[in-house]
Structures are given as structure tokens and as C-alpha cells.
């Protein structure tokens, strides 16, 4: 039997920012909750919408992009809170385009290999640095 309500604890994971509905599950498990009681706060939080997988998946795809991130990255970060593929992909496409982002940091931090590494390293694909650098990244 768990200590708290399971809309008390979840609420309490939901303070902050928002989060997957993954995410709060497994925060209801480790707190001890059922499996039927948390389906039940759940479904309940999503009715009222404190649980958004579409929101999530929108505002952390925004911040990964605005702190410099690619579309790779971005998608795994967002499996990482278990966002469904389909989710994920509409966050991703509603971004400012990939190679846009790539431009932009390239004409902030400098058209050299180093910047195209960094930029590969935040996830950035190919297609997208070469278009930003001017030179093939995968020769």
C-alpha cells in the first residue's frame, strides 16, 4: 500500500515540468503503486490534461533544439522518456528544419571541422551539416 494518494505523488512529479506519461509511471512504481491504481491516476491526469505526451514531447524537443541540438539526438532523447515514435516525429517536424538550426550555429560558431564535429556530435545528420559547412563531413 503506498504512502500517498497516487494523484498526490504523481502531481507532486508534475510540479516542476511537465513529463511523459512514462515517465510519471514509472515514478508511481517506485513509489510503490500498483499497476491497476496507477493506470487509474494516469488515465485520470491525462483526462484532465496534467499528463500530455504531445505537450511533452513539443516543449522538450523545443529546448533541445534552442540549446543546440539535432533531430537524431532530439528522437532519442525523446525515446529515452518512452514517446511514441509517431509523438516524437511530429514534435521533430513542427521544429525549425534541421539544416536551418545547422546553418545558424555554423554562422555562430565558425565554418570549420571543429563546429561540424560538435554539431555531429549533438546529433546533427549529414545532409544538414554539409548543406551548413559547405564541405562533405562523411569524406
Sequence with gaps: MPE??????ATRALRHRDRSRRDVDDRLARAGVDA???????????????IDDERFASARAGALASRGYGDRWIRADLAEH?????????AIAALVPEAERAAALVERLGRTRKTGAQLARKGFGEESLEAALGIDVAG
Design 4 to 9: 500517498r494518494d497516487p494523484i498526490e505523488i
Design 36 to 50: 491497476d491504481e496507477r493506470l487509474e491516476a494516469l488515465d485520470a491526469l491525462e483526462r484532465v490534461g496534467y
Design 82 to 90: 518512452r514517446v511514441g515514435a509517431e509523438t516524437a516525429a511530429a
